[in-house]
């Protein structure tokens, strides 16, 4: 951050670890821009820097008031509201990457075509063509009842999230890819999803 260039920040466990850092990249000149879902690594989180007056003086600000803060010493006090909204953001936009219709389609076709399969083996394996088919379709109904019962819980989680930043006058939007985000009315020159994929600080 001290470079001045985007930044990204990955390998981090918890969810309130993402916020806290958020919340205070914020107080040093920064905005949070997207969380995005890595399997291997995890989560990512993005921060560009904002470029409007009041966040360089606050930056300025906490950088007299917190000057050993990049070097392990004290930081910004995160008032809980502010972190509970971080919290918000960042949820509903690696849920955004979970939510693709097309992908949950696709699963329910796996599984269709794995219970089938299951039912033919056991059919050639000896048992009766009715018992497997029983079986098969048994072992679909109760996998689909599980999916559909997981996609329900992510959902209520979003209308929940969505719900939140609304309160706090965030403004819904769809990306070309279909994705829905919230973001601040005041969105900073800059702050899209594609300008972190032309390069940021690795932390």
């Given at each position: 951050m001290a470079s001045g260039q985007p930044v990204e920040v990955e390998q981090v466990a918890t969810l309130r670890s993402l916020a806290y850092m958020a919340?205070?990249?914020?107080?040093?000149?920064?905005?949070?821009?997207?969380?995005?879902?890595?399997?291997?690594?995890?989560?990512?989180l993005f921060l560009v820097p904002d470029p409007r007056p009041q966040?360089?003086?606050?930056?300025?600000?906490?950088r007299v008031q917190y000057p050993?803060?990049?070097?392990g010493g004290a930081l910004p006090p995160v008032p809980a509201d502010v972190l509970d909204l971080f919290k918000a953001r960042i949820s509903y936009d690696l849920e955004g990457w979970n939510?693709?219709?097309?992908?949950t389609w696709f699963l329910y076709v796996v599984l269709t075509v794995l219970c089938a399969i299951l039912g033919v083996w056991l059919g050639l394996g000896g048992t009766s063509p009715t018992a497997a088919a029983a079986i098969a379709a048994v072992a679909w109904a109760a996998l689909m009842s599980v999916t559909?019962?997981?996609v329900s819980i992510r959902r209520?989680?979003?209308?929940?999230?969505?719900?939140?930043?609304?309160a706090a006058g965030?403004?819904?939007?769809?990306e070309q890819s279909g994705r829905e985000r919230y973001l601040?009315?005041?969105?900073?020159?800059?702050?899209?999803?594609?300008?972190?994929?032309?390069g940021a600080g690795s932390a």
């Open positions: 919340a205070i990249a914020e107080q040093f000149g920064y905005a949070y821009t997207d969380t995005r879902q890595r399997h291997r690594n995890g989560p990512q966040a360089r003086e606050r930056a300025e600000r906490n050993d803060a990049s070097t939510d693709d219709k097309q992908r559909l019962f997981l209520r989680r979003r209308a929940k999230f969505a719900a939140i930043l609304e965030f403004t819904q939007t769809t601040p009315l005041d969105v900073p020159v800059g702050r899209t999803t594609g300008d972190h994929e032309q």
